[in-house]
């Protein structure tokens, strides 16, 4: 008897080209609860088994499929995938290989709206004290949407009609499709550089969830939270809703509505102005109306009718500060006097000539004083200073004599 021996290789490869070659299960869809789930994060691949009451089987969903997900695939989560059997030869076990995956009972765009919803909330981007209040009168307002679109018609036309003097800043951007939300979140960067910005409106007309979805996206949401200036949401129709609704400071049920809720009305405000006007006139009337009033009786008035008496106790009082200013200045006058008079006193005392008066003499020689009998000489011509001149003198005899 004869039989060939194969290697454990040869045998999964062989198993393999089995599974690949049938046609039953080359494309199968498979619903099962998910279990063991785990992502590799830096090869992008996700790893899980599908479980029902009886049995489990391993799946494999690779990168490029798995970022076509609408949704964050969890543990215990009821799902229908789509895709082929295989061996892999490496351990030898079979699984699914998952091309295409979608909940159980609900849709992929609603469970991944529902996901990132809760996610943000959790993390406090809906709060409402977050929320900022619209200003009363946008000078320029950035509106995001497609230029082709009849939001961007309806926002215009509102615009011009009940704000003319406010300016729009229109970035045309993609509303649907893949990178539609990529396309947004551009635009609002370029926003955000600019100063010049005092609102943003981000929106598009109505539409299917599948062409809302871009609305939904977890990053678009996150670059509106950090809006320096306040952001509008105006997506579909008023019963549509969208992640940016939730993050933004306003939602607007619709481009037209968000149009009416951003700028003020012209003729409202004119006529809030005139009110205004006529108000402060008749204040202003009425303040002149009662200054008159008391005019009148000051006119009306005893002093005003006899003016003279409205001076006679000034004038009384008049006397009596005189009367009192001449006293105090007579003793100033008196004080200062007898001061005066024994300065001069003593001034006299001091003063040389009155020395001289008395019968003394200043002797100089040569210009000099001459204090002592030693400074002179026989025959010195001396000067003798009298209370009424000078005379010349010679000396006869000197300090040598």
Known sequence: MSYSVMSVS???RYVKSLLDGDQNISNIYVKGEISNF???YSSGHMYFSLKDQDAVIRCALFRNDAARLRFVPENDMSVI???RVSIYERDGTYQLYVTQMQPDGVGALALAFEQVKKKLSSEGLFDEKLKRPLPSYPKKIAVLTSENGAAVRDILSITERR???CEILLCSVSVQGEYAAESIINALYSVYKRDDVDLIIVGRGGGSAEDLAAFNDEQLARVISRSP???VSAVGHETDYTIC????DLRAPTPSAAAELCVPDS???LQYISSLKGALNSLINGK???YEAVLDGYKKSTVFGSPERLFEGVSQRFDYLFSDFCKSFELLLSKDEMRFKNCVDRLKMLNPLGVLSRGYAVVKKSGNTVSSKSQLSAGDVVSLTLKDGDVSCRVLEGEDN
């Open 10 to 12: 040869q045998l999964n």
């Open 38 to 40: 785990k992502c590799n």
């Open 81 to 83: 995938c789509r895709g």
């Open 163 to 165: 704000y003319p003097i």
């Open 229 to 231: 200036v306040p952001v």
């Open 245 to 248: 609704d939730f993050v933004a």
């Open 267 to 269: 003729l409202e405000l």
């Open 288 to 290: 002149i109306s009662g």
